[in-house]
């Protein structure tokens, strides 16, 4: 070897030693350097958490003083109520809203004290005065457990739970009718609260009658969608006369309480199984669809409301569909942010110096003078904070916190919440003209005399969400700590309560079910012949015995069953009121006292009202339960849809649409909707299961449930030729002279019963036997009501529809679910007539009972036209459909006249059908497509009017559907400003005063105003040709604004003086009262109807009728 390159070895030998050994020393030594500054580290975040530790501490104390003197220093040592008016002589009244808002900041204070170890008992105490109070609401509302009962049969106030008690003694303090008890939006957030204490760790519940109550409770919220109340400001509507309305913020707030409570134990971590609160599903979703129905708007009368902030925001967090939110709340701040905070709604008197606080109610027109002047209320700055901490939005704190602390009073104890800030009387002429400018003084919070005695008054309402307000900006809160059930976040994002009960899972609640939801779908065969015939088609069913040991209910049972949910007889309360359930609770499988077993929906119940005979149509409503349960369902699991078939449902036409819908099943999609048809035992696993907990264990189940059993039919079919036929009777519509009947003996009408076939005149010898000698009269061993049920049904199998529809009208039938479609047409802000066209109307404005609409039916209708008072209900069904699934179908119709509505069906089926018919003789499923013909606008091209009718046509049928353009009423108001006589139409007079100084503008009653001046039209075409004048004069007016009238516009004058005028132009010399040609004519044409409406208008101008306003350019300036 080479000794030079045994030297370079043993050079480079060494170099890379002392390499690594220099290596391992910088090792070592970074290594000592990275702990001496990690052990810097943690000494200095030890200071750090030790220094905010100790802050935290001390800023806890200072609000624990906080508390202790402005809010538990008015706590009742009885009932833990809190006062509302400090100002009272004899501090007595204490109110449900302002105690719960009391509770929730020392329940706040007592959650963030959880993070101190050593919090000297300050956690515990807190916490126990919380539930005191929570707990003294509870025994109040105790005490009128029967007015519970009473208001789940009818909501009306005077079965309304009371929100005013005594503090000392927990009595009531105002009869019913001396205060505006009714209150849903209360009963809810105290149920809200209640759950959020309990899931904190608090045990509130006690006993299972208390358990009992509170399910009750539930049942008192759930009809919150129909039921008008008297909101948040106790008021009803903004005009303070004594009327209630449906309010937005109390639908909201029902809607985010059966959330909230839905299989929620009251016993806590401790509780059973029987001491869940259950919550129907249904009720939930009519609350939720007429929720976002309603908004951005409060109600009727109040177009926006302050009261939608926490009902929106924190607390209730009732909606997270974030543009709907946003739209609310800007329209909310837009129209009623001030400088010293929000107003509760326009024109509202409260607090002002002009209300007269000796009245209860204002008198009519008064709220005008509050115009301008309302009080502006720094408490909705507080909700906006808290709202902008969930959000993580510090800029926006910091902007809410800086608006409220010029507007904070100063105290001994710290900063004072004022109710409100108002214009002093020597101001207000100033901040009408000018709003905004003037000084607002504060209302009398802080030390006070009263009776000579010092008192501080506080606004507990106020001061309450301040002080959560500023736990959550100082960071020494957790939003999730004071929303342990985190109401903040969509229904996806909550954890699940229990598995056991079904929850809110799927989806945001106020969002669309998502695409790839799968609607499971079951068929069972009524007997095992008709499973064998479905068989050689292709069509896999199964039959109530294959399906053992799970068990099929009717939803009667299953309303049944949920009657005993809630029953307590020292409360004397009945549990669930006997209401049929939706298409999303028919959904679920249920598990109790060890059965299993499914509920098909009610739409395949055997029904005695004659819809369930026309398959086409329960057909279509099959696929509307398929796309509602696709569009609603928010429940953890798939829906499970059970579909029964039935042997009748193949005899004649129905067989056809049943085929096809099955075939769309086998291929998975049913308009657009994803279905799987399968086994039951399959779905088992993915399906939603709700175990009914409540039900005894000892009950005698197979006694008290009848489930739905297989039929033993006899002999097997071979194909559907062998299914027997009905003989064919005699359909010709043979209707009799009643005349004729009328000189007849009921023995003679006996005789001539029997001896024809013709079922029509059959028909009408039971009327008159009816009208003679009642419904048990009886003919031939058969009572007249017997043979009506019998003639229905034959003429049902037949289809003949005069017949089915006349009986049914003579039985005085009514048809499901007919009160929920009238409340989903008026919670969108439409007005609902029921009468004969041309007859007097009966105007539904609010939701009503069953019983209340069967009694308007039959004596506004049956007494003019028999068949009416049942077709006019198969339309209110439709038309309650069409405008949940297509509201735009209605745009423009704001008062849905349904004798209306039929005179211009009548009109559609004279002009496209030649054939002499009646409207009564068409299927119900060809009603509903008649219907949706005449209401559908055919214009692709944007045209008011539909190209492919005649004017005349158009016209007619916008005038019997009452529709309108666009800015029709706003166009109304702007005239009226223009009219100091007012308008005359029909001999109809719309005043100018007061109707200017009680409305506003772009309020609904204000809409509903001009339609009832509209009604007293009779002719449609008439109708319609004096909604096109008021869009011609107000364009006038618009263009001209220094043009005003001088008398009281008469629609009527205008209108024939521009007849007169196309009858000249036209030749014709003789005058005459046939305007068919004039209503046929173009409007926007040469020698069109417009030009001759516009002449009128301006001979009315020549002759003086129009003024022009003087110091017109002052004005404009």
């Given at each position: 070897m080479?000794p030079?390159?045994?030297?370079?070895?043993?050079?480079?030998?060494?170099?890379?030693?002392d390499?690594?050994?220099?290596a391992s020393?910088?090792?070592?030594q970074?290594?000592?350097?990275?702990?001496?500054k990690?052990s810097?580290?943690?000494?200095?975040?030890?200071?750090n958490f030790q220094?905010?530790?100790?802050?935290?501490v001390?800023?806890?104390?200072?609000y624990y003083?906080?508390?202790?003197?402005q809010?538990?220093?008015?706590?009742?040592?009885?009932t833990g109520?809190?006062?509302r008016d400090l100002?009272?002589?004899?501090?007595?009244?204490?109110?449900?809203?302002?105690s719960?808002?009391?509770?929730?900041?020392?329940w706040a204070?007592?959650?963030?004290y959880k993070?101190?170890?050593?919090?000297?008992?300050?956690?515990?105490?807190?916490?126990q005065?919380?539930?005191?109070?929570?707990?003294?609401?509870l025994e109040?509302?105790?005490?009128?457990?029967?007015?519970?009962?009473?208001?789940k049969q009818s909501q009306?106030p005077?079965?309304?739970?009371?929100?005013?008690f005594?503090?000392v003694?927990?009595e009531?303090i105002?009869?019913?009718n001396?205060?505006e008890?009714l209150?849903?939006?209360?009963v809810?957030?105290?149920?809200?609260?209640l759950?959020?204490?309990?899931?904190?760790?608090?045990?509130?519940?006690?006993?299972?009658?208390?358990?009992n109550?509170?399910?009750?409770?539930?049942?008192y919220?759930e009809?919150?969608?129909?039921?008008?109340?008297?909101?948040?400001?106790?008021?009803?509507?903004k005009y303070?006369?004594g009327?209630?309305?449906?309010?937005?913020?109390?639908?909201?707030?029902a809607?985010a309480a059966?959330?909230?409570?839905?299989?929620?134990?009251?016993?806590?971590v401790?509780?059973?199984?029987w001491?869940v609160?259950?919550?129907?599903?249904?009720?939930h979703?009519?609350n939720?669809?007429i929720f976002?129905t309603?908004?951005?708007?409060?109600?009727?009368?109040?177009?926006?409301?302050?009261?939608l902030i926490?009902?929106?925001?924190w607390?209730?967090f009732?909606?997270?569909?974030?543009?709907?939110v946003?739209?609310t709340?800007e329209k909310?701040?837009?129209?009623?942010?001030?400088?010293?905070?929000l107003?509760?709604?326009?024109?509202?008197g409260?607090g002002?110096?002009?209300?007269?606080k000796?009245?209860?109610y204002y008198r009519?027109?008064?709220?005008k003078t509050f115009?301008?002047i309302?009080?502006?209320?720094?408490?909705f700055y507080?909700y906006?904070?808290?709202?902008?901490?969930y959000?993580?939005?510090?800029?926006k704190?910091?902007?809410?916190?800086?608006?409220?602390?010029?507007?904070?009073?100063?105290?001994?104890?710290?900063?004072?919440?004022?109710?409100?800030y108002?214009?002093p009387?020597?101001?207000?002429?100033?901040?009408?003209?000018?709003?905004?400018?003037?000084?607002?003084l504060p209302?009398n919070?802080?030390?006070?005399?009263?009776?000579?005695?010092?008192?501080?008054?506080?606004?507990?309402?106020?001061?309450s969400?301040?002080?959560?307000?500023?736990?959550l900006?100082?960071?020494?809160?957790?939003?999730?700590?004071l929303?342990?059930?985190?109401r903040?976040?969509?229904?996806?994002?909550?954890?699940?309560?229990?598995?056991r009960y079904?929850?809110?899972?799927?989806?945001?609640?106020?969002q669309s079910?998502p695409?790839d939801l799968?609607?499971?779908?079951?068929?069972?065969?009524?007997?095992v012949?008709?499973?064998?015939?479905?068989?050689?088609?292709?069509?896999?069913?199964q039959?109530?015995?294959?399906?053992?040991p799970?068990q099929?209910?009717?939803?009667?049972?299953?309303?049944?069953a949920?009657?005993?949910?809630g029953?307590?007889?020292?409360?004397?309360?009945s549990?669930?009121?006997p209401?049929?359930?939706?298409?999303?609770g028919?959904?679920?499988?249920?598990?109790a006292c060890?059965?299993?077993?499914?509920c098909?929906p009610?739409?395949?119940?055997?029904?005695?009202?004659?819809?369930s005979?026309d398959m086409?149509f329960v057909?279509?409503?099959?696929?509307s339960?398929?796309?509602?349960?696709g569009?609603?369902?928010?429940?953890a699991?798939?829906?499970?849809?059970?579909?029964?078939?039935?042997?009748?449902?193949l005899?004649g036409?129905?067989?056809?649409?049943?085929f096809?819908?099955?075939?769309?099943?086998?291929r998975?999609?049913c308009?657009?909707?994803?279905?799987?048809?399968?086994?039951?035992?399959?779905?088992i696993?993915s399906?939603c299961?709700e175990?009914?907990?409540?039900?005894?264990?000892d009950?005698?189940?197979?006694?008290?449930?009848r489930?739905?059993l297989?039929?033993?039919?006899?002999?097997?079919f071979?194909s559907?030729?062998?299914?027997?036929k009905?003989?064919?009777i005699?359909?010709?519509?043979?209707?009799?002279?009643?005349?004729e009947?009328?000189?007849k003996t009921?023995w003679e009408?006996t005789?001539?019963?029997?001896?024809?076939?013709?079922?029509?005149?059959?028909?009408q010898i039971?009327?008159?036997?009816?009208?003679?000698?009642?419904l048990?009269?009886?003919?031939?061993?058969?009572t007249v009501e017997?043979?009506?049920?019998?003639l229905?049904?034959l003429?049902?199998t037949?289809?003949?529809w005069?017949?089915?529809?006349?009986?049914?009208?003579?039985?005085?039938k009514?048809?499901?679910?007919?009160?929920p479609?009238?409340?989903?047409?008026?919670?969108r802000g439409k007005?609902?007539?029921?009468?004969?066209?041309?007859r007097?109307?009966?105007?539904?404005?609010?939701?009503?009972?069953?019983n209340?609409i069967k009694?308007?039916?039959?004596?506004?209708?049956?007494?003019y036209?028999v068949i009416?008072?049942?077709?006019?209900?198969?339309?209110?069904?439709?038309i309650?459909t069409?405008i949940?699934t297509n509201?735009?179908l209605f745009?423009g119709?704001?008062?849905?006249?349904?004798?209306?509505?039929v005179?211009?069906?009548?009109?559609?089926?004279?002009y496209?059908d030649d054939?002499?018919f009646s409207?009564?003789?068409l299927?119900?499923?060809?009603?509903?497509?008649?219907?949706?013909n005449v209401?559908?606008?055919?214009?692709d091209?944007?045209?008011?009017?539909?190209?492919?009718?005649?004017?005349?046509?158009?016209?007619?049928?916008?005038?019997?559907?009452?529709r309108?353009?666009?800015?029709f009423y706003?166009?109304?108001?702007?005239?009226l400003?223009?009219?100091?006589?007012?308008?005359?139409?029909?001999g109809?007079?719309l005043?100018?005063?007061?109707?200017?100084?009680?409305?506003?503008?772009?309020?609904?009653n204000?809409?509903?105003?001009?339609?009832?001046?509209?009604?007293?039209?009779?002719?449609p075409?008439?109708?319609?040709?004096?909604?096109?004048?008021?869009?011609i004069?107000e364009a006038i007016?618009?263009?001209?604004?220094?043009?005003?009238?001088?008398?009281?516009?008469?629609l009527?004058k205008?209108?024939?003086?521009?007849?007169?005028?196309?009858?000249k132009?036209?030749?014709?010399?003789q005058?005459?009262?046939?305007?068919?040609?004039?209503?046929?004519t173009?409007p926007n044409?040469?020698?069109?109807?417009?030009?001759?409406m516009?002449r009128?208008?301006?001979?009315?101008?020549?002759?003086?009728?129009?003024?022009?306003i003087?110091d017109?350019?002052?004005?404009v300036s």
């Open positions: 080479n030079s390159s045994v030297n370079r070895s043993t050079t480079d030998f060494v170099v890379a030693v390499a690594l050994r220099s020393n910088d090792v070592s970074g290594q000592h350097c990275r702990e001496r990690s810097a580290y943690l000494d200095e975040r030890a200071k220094a905010n530790y100790e802050e935290s001390t800023k806890l104390n200072r003083k906080q508390v202790k003197r809010i538990l220093r008015f706590q009742s040592p009885t109520l809190f006062p100002t009272e002589p004899q501090i007595i009244s204490a109110h449900v809203r302002d719960v808002y009391c509770a929730a900041a020392v204070l007592a959650q963030a993070r101190i170890d050593d919090d000297r008992g300050r956690t515990h105490e807190l916490a005065s919380a539930v005191k109070c929570m707990r003294g609401i109040c509302w105790l005490h009128q457990a029967e007015k519970v009962e009473k208001f009306t005077k079965n309304s739970l009371h929100s005013v005594h503090m003694t927990g009531s105002f009869k019913d001396e205060y008890h209150q849903i939006d209360c809810a957030l105290y149920l809200i609260f759950v959020q204490m309990i899931q904190s760790g608090l045990q509130i519940i006690f006993t299972t009658d208390e358990v109550f509170v399910q009750n409770l539930v049942f919220v009809r919150a969608y129909r039921t008008p109340d008297f909101g948040m400001w106790e008021r009803g509507s303070n006369n009327s209630s309305e449906l309010h937005a913020s109390s639908i909201g707030l809607k059966l959330e909230s409570i839905n299989g929620e134990n009251m016993f806590g401790q509780g059973a199984s001491s609160i259950y919550v129907d599903i249904d009720a979703n009519r939720r669809t976002d309603i908004l951005p708007r409060e109600s009727n009368s109040k177009n926006t409301d302050a009261s926490p009902t929106i925001l607390p209730a009732a909606i997270h569909e974030e543009q709907l946003n739209r709340i909310v701040l837009r129209r009623l942010k001030g400088s010293h905070g107003k509760r709604f326009l024109r509202d409260h002002t110096v002009l209300e007269d000796s009245r209860k009519p027109s008064e709220i115009d301008g309302e009080c502006e209320w720094p408490l507080i906006l904070i808290i709202d902008s901490v959000k993580s939005d510090s800029e704190v910091a902007h809410y916190q800086k608006l409220l602390q010029p507007l904070l009073l100063t105290s001994e104890d710290g900063p004072l919440v004022p109710r409100y108002y214009v009387k020597d101001c207000m002429e100033q901040e009408k003209n000018a709003p905004g400018t003037q000084i607002r209302s919070e802080g030390k006070i005399k009263v009776n000579n005695e010092s008192r501080d008054n506080i606004f507990l309402w106020g001061q969400v301040y002080i959560i307000s500023q736990l900006a100082d960071g020494l809160l957790n939003i999730t700590e929303d342990p059930i985190r903040f976040l969509p229904a996806a994002e909550r954890p699940r309560p229990n598995s079904s929850s809110f899972q799927r989806g945001s609640a106020e079910s695409n799968v609607i499971q779908v079951v068929l069972i065969a009524e007997s012949r008709l499973q064998q015939l479905l068989a050689t088609y292709g069509i896999q069913t039959t109530p015995h294959q399906i053992e799970i099929i209910w009717p939803p009667i049972e299953l309303a049944k949920y009657e005993q949910l029953v307590n007889n020292k409360l004397g309360l549990g669930r009121p209401r049929p359930f939706g298409g999303l028919t959904a679920k499988i249920y598990r060890g059965y299993t077993f499914i098909y009610l739409l395949f119940e055997v029904s005695d009202f004659y819809l005979q086409e057909i279509d409503d099959v696929k339960d398929l796309q509602f349960l569009k609603c369902w928010k429940l699991g798939r829906p499970t849809f059970c579909m029964i078939l039935r042997e009748d449902n005899r036409l129905g067989a056809r649409h049943i096809d819908l099955l075939a769309a099943f086998k998975g999609d308009d657009g909707i994803k279905v799987r048809i399968g086994r039951l035992q399959e779905f696993s399906a299961i175990h009914l907990d409540f039900l005894d264990m009950a005698d189940v197979e006694n008290i449930f489930p739905f297989e039929k033993d039919k006899g002999k097997q071979r559907f030729t062998d299914i027997p009905i003989t064919k005699d359909l010709t519509e043979a209707w009799v002279h009643n005349l009947l009328h000189q009921p009408l005789q001539s019963f029997n001896q024809t076939d013709n079922i029509y005149f059959q028909a039971l009327q008159e036997l009816l009208n003679r000698e009642g048990y009269f009886r003919v031939d061993g058969d017997e043979k009506l049920v019998k229905n049904h003429a049902g037949r289809q003949n005069s017949v089915v529809r006349f009986c049914s009208s003579l039985l005085h009514l048809v499901d679910s007919l009160a479609s009238i409340t989903a047409i008026l919670v007005q609902l007539t029921i009468s004969v066209w041309g007097e109307e009966e105007v539904i404005d609010k939701p009503v009972s069953p209340d009694s308007i039916l039959y004596t506004k209708c049956f007494p036209d009416q008072a049942v077709l006019q209900q198969e339309l209110i069904i439709n309650g069409f949940t509201p735009e745009n119709i704001l008062k849905i006249r349904i004798g209306w509505i005179q211009a069906m009548k009109l559609e089926l004279k496209y054939k002499d409207i009564n003789s299927s119900p499923s060809m009603i509903k497509k008649l219907l949706y209401i559908k606008r055919k214009s091209e944007g045209q008011y009017y539909s190209p492919e009718r005649s004017m005349l046509w158009n016209r007619q049928l916008d005038g019997a559907l009452n309108v353009p666009p800015d706003e166009r109304i108001w702007r005239i400003e223009r009219t100091p006589s007012g308008i005359k139409v029909a109809y007079h005043p100018q005063q007061p109707t200017l100084s009680d409305m506003t503008q772009y309020e609904l204000f809409s509903l105003l001009v339609e009832q001046m509209l009604s007293k039209i009779i002719d075409a008439y109708r319609q040709i004096i909604v096109e004048l008021f869009v004069v007016l618009s263009r001209n604004p220094e043009l005003s009238f001088n008398k009281a516009v008469d009527d205008l209108v024939h003086e521009a007849f007169e005028l196309f009858l132009d036209r030749g014709e010399k005058k005459h009262d046939d305007m068919t040609a004039f209503y046929n173009l044409v040469r020698h069109g109807t417009t030009i001759y516009v009128a208008i301006m001979n009315h101008l020549l002759d003086g009728d129009l003024r022009g003087k017109f350019q002052c004005i």
